[in-house]
């Protein structure tokens, strides 16, 4: 008797993921790495991309966005330099400004002066295209492949291995109570569906065949 197969939904959540991302290079359009580490000085998240071709992305130097950027806002808060009362600052900036202004003035509410909030770069909050084939600033991933019902997108490899387990998987338990807030209890519902499992089967294969072909 053959025993099923069995995956194990350990409460992943899609960040677990996000350390290195398989990306297309804008420049050469070959692969390349896009990784996340927490810079030592601000403490803030930093993507770098290092193509062997010469391009450099790097957030933390110039944080510009290669996509086609919705919106850019900068969103401050800080309490009033008069009466103390908490304040929100929003102000949108064009698209394509890459320049911050050092200062933007905000008028309390309260005690109806004047303060002038110095701003920083992480003030600024980016909006882009609601796209699952691309990352936070617009790179496209490199491990993605269309099905006839949707696009099947992993992050790099070691996501690709787990996807497959999940989705081979005759029994699917899971271990660690998320309040559906997982990564895998979060896919689309025609992903899990036993009506297109060979077809989401045959998109992984596709990418692991792309994956041994960048391996070796």
Known sequence: M????????????????????????????QKTEYKRTRCQKCHRITCIVHCPCG???????????????????????ERCHYCGNQLLLKKTLPKN???????????????QKTSHFTIHR??????????????????????????RRGVICVYNPAHL???KKYITADLRERLI???????????????????????????LERLEKLVIAEQN
């Open 97 to 111: 400004q890459i320049t911050v202004p050092k200062t933007l003035p905000i008028a309390c509410p309260i005690c």
């Open 177 to 203: 109570q998320t309040s559906n807030s997982s990564y895998f209890a979060r896919l689309p519902a025609w992903i899990k569906s036993a009506q297109y499992k060979q077809d989401v089967i045959k998109a």
């Open 55 to 77: 391009f450099v992305f790097d957030t933390h130097t110039n944080p510009t966005y290669v996509g086609d950027i919705q919106k850019q806002e900068v969103r401050h808060r």
């Open 122 to 147: 992480c003030d600024v909050v980016q909006y882009y295209p609601d796209d699952i084939t691309l990352t936070v600033y617009g790179f496209s991933l490199y491990l993605q492949t269309p099905t």
């Open 2 to 29: 053959t025993l099923p197969k069995r995956h194990l939904d350990m409460g992943w959540m899609d960040w677990q993921f996000l350390d290195v991302l398989w990306v297309h290079c804008p420049r050469c359009h």
């Open 161 to 163: 291995k787990e996807f």
